[in-house]
């Protein structure tokens, strides 16, 4: 039997298995058909990207229509090949927004978010490490004294160190860098744009570096919010796409 893999009951049935030559609006005409047998139906998501594709959700209005479907159209046969059905890991933004309102999809939004920049900062600092290489070090000659080294003391370069997380991929906090900023922008300038965000602070420029600058949040909420709309904003009238990162620790 199929089982929530979250807290709290789950309206939304994930579905594979289908056949990827099909396209989304007939897909989902069918799927309708067939799933609002056993309740309403709010949302179906169905996606045409390689990765997605043979695959659907289908959103009900509560977690006993989603239940009794799995239980009985499991296996059912559409398009000709045998639709498996597991309930979702998480909730949909159909149901968020019904039960929580817009603001509550909002947050459920941005944590998504955060945790989409968390899971590729892991997944850049995994991969740097893999392709570091590994050297060696000789075993000293017994038989010999052991000579004094130059530059002895000082820190030496670790594994670690190297793997250097690159910015694109930094994992969330509540301070923004900012780079290719015009010089025609000021903190004034720039306070306006991500002023409009939850939390904002303030703009801090570098005295003696043109082109850059910080902005603090006070939560990573606002932080989140305020890259994923302004990362590559044009700025100016060279039309260059700001870059928006978030601080390195």
């Known amino acids: 039997m199929a089982t929530a893999l979250q807290n709290g009951p789950v309206t939304t049935v994930y579905a594979k298995n289908l056949e990827e030559r099909i396209k989304p609006p007939e897909l989902k005409e069918a799927l309708t058909e067939i799933f609002s047998e056993y309740g309403d139906v709010i949302d179906i998501i169905a996606k045409t990207n390689l990765k997605a594709k043979g695959q659907a959700f289908i959103v009900f209005d509560n977690a006993d229509s989603a239940a009794k479907a799995i239980e009985e159209i499991n296996g059912f046969e559409l398009f000709g090949k045998a639709m498996q059905l597991d309930f979702a890991r998480t909730r949909s933004d159909a149901t968020v927004k019904a039960q929580e309102g817009d603001t509550g999809l909002e947050r459920w939004k941005r944590g998504r978010l955060a945790e989409k920049d968390r899971k590729q900062a892991l997944e850049a600092t995994q ?20 000579k004094a080294v130059k ?12 793997a250097v997380i690159p910015d694109e991929y930094l994992p969330p906090n509540k301070i923004l860098f900012l780079r290719d900023i015009p010089d025609s922008y000021d903190a004034d300038g720039l306070s306006r744009i991500f002023g409009r965000f939850e939390g904002f602070k303030e703009v801090r420029l570098v005295p003696g570096r043109k082109g850059i600058a910080f902005v603090e949040y006070d939560a990573e909420a606002g932080a989140i919010s305020a890259k994923e709309a302004t990362s590559g904003m044009q700025l100016g009238d060279e039309g260059k796409g700001i870059r928006v990162t978030y601080q390195r620790a």
């Open 127 to 146: 991969n740097k490490k893999r392709t570091l290489p590994t050297t060696s070090i000789p075993a000293p000659d017994a038989a010999r004294p052991i």
């Open 151 to 162: 530059g002895a003391g000082l820190k030496g370069t670790s594994a670690n160190a190297s």
